[in-house]
């Protein structure tokens, strides 16, 4: 069966720097995206992973280590406004290449 | 700027009395989606449409109808909605399902149900 795991819940300081893993479990692996959700907001696009390896976009990076199942967000110099949820989401030939998604994890940002 | 809109941001209905959530977008993708998505939970899918070609999840009530009269709009009706369909409804946007595109979405509308 397909299931993507994070924690619910995070906790980081203003300036400092934190990693949201995320596990999944699917057939036929096609991709991984990772998605910030601002409180009573629609998901934003973050990244995308499809091979194994670190892509970073300024502050935000994503690796993937697809023979584990296993990716994760890395945050730096975290600023008051990344607190939000972060949600990973799989495509993959269980899903007919649907996104599955997690239930994400919530960022709060302390200064 | 290209973009999906949704209205109305926040809808309120009564319980049982039939409600329709409106999508449209300017980016020309072929696909848009429809998820429920509950406090603190992952967005659910709904149903997609591929161009013309309608996809229903399994696990979708049969309360919940589709349509998609053209490229740029879709609509999501709830015949009878009941308590448990208070939700955020989020419309999403791609070019296709197998080249990994990113969805779009748009800002959702929050519905509740009295």
């Known amino acids: 069966g397909q299931n993507i795991d994070q924690p619910t819940e995070m906790t980081a300081t203003e300036g400092a720097i934190v990693q949201i893993n995320c596990t999944y479990q699917?057939?036929?692996?096609?991709?991984l995206f990772w998605y910030q959700q601002h409180a009573g907001e629609a998901p934003t696009f973050l990244s995308y992973?499809?091979l194994d390896g670190l892509e970073e976009k300024g502050r935000f990076s994503s690796f993937l280590s697809r023979s584990k199942g296993y990716s994760y967000l890395l945050l730096k110099e975290l600023q008051m406004k990344d607190s939000a949820s972060y949600l990973c989401?799989?495509?993959?030939?269980?899903?007919?290449?649907?996104?599955?998604w997690g239930a994400g994890t919530k960022l709060i940002i302390k200064p | 700027d290209a973009m999906v809109i949704q209205n109305p941001r926040y809808q309120v209905t009564q319980f049982g009395k039939p409600v329709t959530l409106s999508c449209s977008q300017t980016?020309?993708?072929?696909?848009m989606y429809w998820y429920q998505q509950k406090s603190s939970q992952a967005p659910k899918l709904l149903f997609h449409?591929?161009?013309?070609?309608?996809?229903n999840e399994a696990d979708t009530p049969d309360n919940f109808q589709s349509r998609r009269p053209n490229t740029s709009f879709c609509f999501l009706d709830i015949r009878s909605p009941g308590l448990g369909d208070a939700a955020m409804y989020l419309c999403?946007?791609?070019?296709?399902?197998?080249?990994?595109?990113?969805?779009?979405f748009g800002d959702g509308t929050r519905l509740s149900i009295l």
């Open positions: 989401a799989v495509s993959g030939v269980d899903s007919n290449y649907q996104l599955i």
């Open positions: 699917t057939s036929g692996f096609n991709g």
């Open positions: 992973n499809v």
């Open positions: 999403a946007t791609s070019r296709d399902t197998v080249s990994n595109q990113p969805q779009h």
């Open positions: 449409y591929y161009d013309k070609d309608f996809n």
């Open positions: 980016l020309n993708h072929n696909v």
